[in-house]
């Protein structure tokens, strides 16, 4: 399954400065409980605010500027492909990588896309999700960088989870071409 998983706030703010605006810590935590034990996709912006690999998920970045990782083979273990930098030069490269490596493997893993903003506009754009997990930030904060203005009509939820600060959804894409 490829989810999209982001955080925004009432406007669909999801970036001041190359960071996340705000310390929610219960939505850190539940990031971390939602993707680890899978692939994670995101952009190389994404990938330098963060710092470095996030452990126990396979990490695959998207950028034209780094060195692509389209020679890497599908037949190692999940835990040996997750020491490795995995980048490609296009989400669809991203994912089919991805999607091939859990058949090949017989694995029962989910794919997220976790930003940043360019990966999700076309990850909405060209519909290449079937579940989107949302945590709406219950707070308006300031920024730079937002998520597609999608409307969520279009879309079945299927939870809801209120928090603290936020509330998670979870939506199911009714368009995936899959």
């Given at each position: 399954m490829?989810?999209?998983?982001?955080?925004?706030?009432?406007?669909?703010?999801?970036g001041r400065d190359g960071k996340i605006p705000w310390n929610i810590p219960e939505d850190l935590h539940l990031f971390k409980e939602k993707t680890t034990g899978n692939i994670i996709i995101m952009g190389r912006k994404t990938f330098e605010s963060i710092g470095r690999p996030l452990p126990n998920r396979i990490n695959i970045v998207i950028s034209n500027t780094l060195k692509n990782s389209s020679q890497?083979?599908?037949?190692?273990?999940?835990?040996?492909?997750?020491?490795?930098?995995?980048?490609?030069?296009?989400?669809?490269?991203?994912?089919?990588?991805s999607?091939?490596?859990?058949?090949?493997?017989?694995?029962?893993?989910d794919i997220f896309i976790i930003g940043g903003a360019k990966i999700y506009n076309e990850a909405i754009s060209k519909e290449y999700f079937s579940k989107l997990c949302i945590s709406h930030i219950k707070n308006e904060f300031s920024g730079d960088t937002f998520f597609p203005k999608i409307d969520l009509k279009n879309y079945k939820k299927i939870i809801e989870k209120d928090f603290k600060e936020f509330i998670y959804c979870e939506y199911e894409n009714l368009f995936f071409k899959k």
């Open positions: 490829i989810n999209i998983i982001v955080a925004f706030d009432k406007n669909f703010l999801i890497i083979k599908t037949d190692i273990s999940f835990e040996e492909l997750c020491k490795k930098e995995i980048i490609f030069s296009s989400l669809e490269e991203g994912i089919k990588f999607e091939k490596f859990i058949e090949e493997n017989h694995l029962n893993k």
